[in-house]
């Protein structure tokens, strides 16, 4: 069982939508949680911290669940330059990535 | 603030050649991490230093891999020899240190042939 796995998409979503992305994680001892976005060709660069109460950042929304060690990753509105891959990230002393849900928005 | 620099950005070379990565963390970054990324899928990580100690390798082939980062500060990542399936881009993150967030370079794209 791989240590982060996200949704694999990818995700087709027209613009306005609303579209969330899930990650679980295998190791219980996990500390922190990111989701990164990261633009073809170009490095990851962090979106949002994750934090245990749910945490909002204008149009997106992160949530953990420890019990369950998932994260989720909600956009509302969504807007053409959302278009990316999303990288769910794990920390427990070293930094994991998922492989990434790629998310496109068309007009 | 300047960011993590990597070079070089692309490097093109046949199998069985070597190669090297070159990275400078963010000044006063003690936390040094190195990733590969093939196409298609997230970052892997290949090596994680604090200062100039190892944390985690346990995914780095040593067989062929090796890095160091003899000051604490910039560090060095190298492929000898290399094989096509090493075909990837190279990422240099550092942090702070602890549960801080990461920031990358640019990466170096390394084609093998």
């Known amino acids: 069982r791989k240590e982060v796995e996200q949704d694999p998409g990818p995700f087709n979503v027209p613009e306005g939508a609303t579209v969330a992305f899930n990650c679980t994680y295998s190791?219980?001892?996990?500390?922190?949680f990111f989701w990164y976005r990261q633009d073809c060709r170009k490095e990851p660069k962090l979106l949002m911290s994750?934090?245990?109460s749910g945490n909002e950042d204008g149009r997106f929304t992160a949530q953990l669940n420890r019990a369950s060690q998932y994260i989720s990753l909600l956009i509302r509105d969504s807007k053409l330059s959302d278009s990316a891959t999303y990288l769910c990230?794990?920390?427990?002393?070293?930094?994991?990535f998922g492989a990434g849900t790629r998310l496109t928005v068309k007009p | 603030e300047a960011g993590v620099a990597q070079s070089p950005r692309y490097k093109i070379i046949e199998k069985r050649q070597s190669v090297a990565f070159w990275c400078n963390p963010i000044?006063?970054?003690?936390?040094l991490y190195w990733y590969q990324q093939i196409l298609g899928q997230g970052p892997k990580l290949l090596i994680q230093f604090q200062n100039n100690g190892v944390v985690d390798d346990s995914q780095l082939p040593k067989d062929r891999f090796s890095a160091e980062r003899l000051k604490g500060v910039d560090s060095t990542l190298k492929i000898q020899p290399a094989k096509l399936e090493d075909s990837a881009v190279y990422l240099c993150?550092?942090?702070?240190?602890?549960?801080?967030?990461?920031?990358f370079g640019s990466g170096t794209q390394l084609s093998v042939l």
């Open positions: 994750v934090y245990s």
């Open positions: 190791n219980s001892a996990s500390q922190s």
């Open positions: 990230v794990v920390n427990r002393a070293d930094m994991r």
């Open positions: 993150a550092s942090s702070s240190g602890g549960l801080a967030k990461l920031f």
């Open positions: 000044s006063g970054h003690a936390t």
